[in-house]
């Protein structure tokens, strides 16, 4: 038996994956990869117990689907070996410091890829592993965590990912092989950071105006003071876009609009956020967008009032969550 | 005895003073002037039956005061006769029609004074009574109401009253006096607009940014970002008075921030009605400012900003009382 086996064609070895970050979106597209035949192991602070002992359960739009991890982790540093892609699902925030959370785990030929919001939060870690391929990716995805080791999938899914700062990469193209496999649509781009500034032009509008109006997207396209607001704000971005270097389609402000006016309404992820008492994306989505501003000589005064004031709120959330007293 | 009472000197016949809208403002100042020996009736909607049965407790700076008005009313058309003065305590929203609801109790020799938030309040009023003599006034107090017909004074007191539009007024020096008498000081404008204005340049600020910030004012002027904020606002401000007709004084911004570093933590009052599931007086603070700006071409973008998304939330607030979600 032993010599049958050896003598059989071998497989090509599995892609060995470690989630960093099991939240939603690391346990969803974890277990995506996990579906094409990677090796997902994943690491976990609240969840570790219930997905040691059950695995993650994906509530999903065809049906439910069982997620059992290679490794179940509480650490980094407790994974076995290096793996070829860290996949980060770690939110941007000032306390989480990313490089120093994953580097127990990158080794020299790991590929880093940072499924995060926001604009610039890439050069961090890019110069602590200045020798690593990193990827940048943007989730079109509504997902929720429902409870310990469940996730709720409710809409989109597909992902962009490509090699930052740009140009083309073999390690993404494999990666979006295995997501498109597990049915995962994923376009593989040689231009990330336009990419998010373009997705930013939405968040960096609709994230704050619907926390500080605790407002759906309707809500706020329905009343004619913060519909202007939203136009002005995404105006806004888009010419921090252009003076980075990053010219988005002229267009870019009207068919935001249009798309949002069709859309169901719509609670924001930072919206849920704050109403559940978390952290909210302040920097990723509003500060590093006004950094690069203030670094090309743009005025952007009115992402810098919402700024001014969500950074503000934020402090109030970090100290009493899900209340607002 | 009848006949020796009929020849005693007649002592001056009590002022009649009926006060609408018996909040925490009404139900102070309206007990500060039965305090003087005026016939105060009140009006009420919660608290009528509450009032009817016990008056109104007042848990006063120096020890308790317990106020028995003279008619305890449901409606305004339940007055009997016509009052020397009405004092109206209602706030300035969209849903209260001031006019409406004072006018059965308006007679010819009538004056109103209006006790209320905001800039611009008059001048609804005094179209509809351009035979009354109209007094504006702005009260500087702390007070909260407890629980019905129970009012809490901790700190202030002090009135600014005088004729609206402007100009000398026998009617708000009678009632100074009684108000001075009771103990409340009480002073006499001939500018009262002017007062509203740079009463204005704090409430249009720190409003705001306190509702959205969820803040007090010691932690919007130690978040740098939001004290920036604060002095824009107001220097704003500053400018639609200047352009209205009413010019500040120059260091009327850095007063206001010095006077406010000095204070206490503070929640502001709108911040409390925000937090207490009340309507705020979004209009009255900001609306009427801008329109202001607006008739004079004055550019108010950061007052804009606020409003637009003030303006939202308080649809909200006004939709579901107490909590945020």
Redesign the interface.
Same mark, same amino acid.
């Given at each position: 038996m032993d010599q049958e086996t050896m003598s059989s064609p071998q497989p090509a070895a599995p892609t060995n994956i470690l989630v960093v970050g099991t939240g939603a979106v690391g346990g969803y597209y974890g277990a995506q990869l996990a579906k094409a035949g990677a090796r997902v192991s994943t690491t976990h602070r609240s969840d570790f117990a219930t997905v040691q002992a059950h695995g993650i359960q994906i509530d999903g739009m065809q049906g439910p689907y069982h997620f059992q991890p290679a490794q179940v982790l509480q650490s980094v540093a407790d994974y076995n070996g290096f793996p070829d892609y860290i996949l980060v699902g770690l939110k941007v925030l000032e306390e989480i410091a990313t490089a120093d959370i994953i580097r127990p785990a990158v080794g020299p030929d790991t590929t880093i890829l940072l499924l995060q919001n926001g604009v610039e939060t890439e050069p961090p870690v890019a110069a602590a592993f200045p020798n690593n391929e990193i990827l940048s990716g943007l989730a079109f995805v509504c997902l929720s965590r429902t409870a310990p080791g469940h996730i709720r999938h409710t809409c989109y899914g597909h992902l962009a990912i490509g090699r930052f700062p740009d140009g083309p990469s073999h390690a993404a193209r494999q990666l979006a092989h295995l997501f498109e496999t597990a049915g995962t649509p994923c376009s593989v781009t040689e231009s990330i950071v336009l990419d998010r500034w373009k997705k930013l032009v939405w968040n960096a509008a609709f994230n704050p105006?619907s926390v @500080?109006? /605790?407002?759906t997207t309707q809500?706020?396209l329905a009343?004619p003071?913060?519909a202007?607001?939203v136009e002005q704000l995404m105006t806004e971005v888009c010419q921090i876009a252009a003076a980075a270097g990053y010219s988005l389609p002229a267009d870019c402000v009207q068919k935001n609009l249009a798309a949002t006016r069709k859309m169901k309404p719509y609670k924001t992820s930072m919206l849920l956020d704050y109403?559940a008492g978390r952290s909210m994306e302040v920097e990723a989505i509003l500060g590093n967008a006004l950094r690069a501003a203030q670094r090309h000589h743009v005025a952007a005064?009115?992402l810098?009032?919402?700024?001014?004031?969500l950074?503000? @709120?934020a /402090?109030?959330t970090d100290a009493t969550p899900a209340t607002?007293?």
């Open positions: 105006v @500080l109006g /605790q407002a809500e706020i009343h003071p913060t202007q607001l109403l005064p009115h810098e009032n919402l700024y001014s004031l950074s503000l @709120l /402090q109030r607002t007293g």
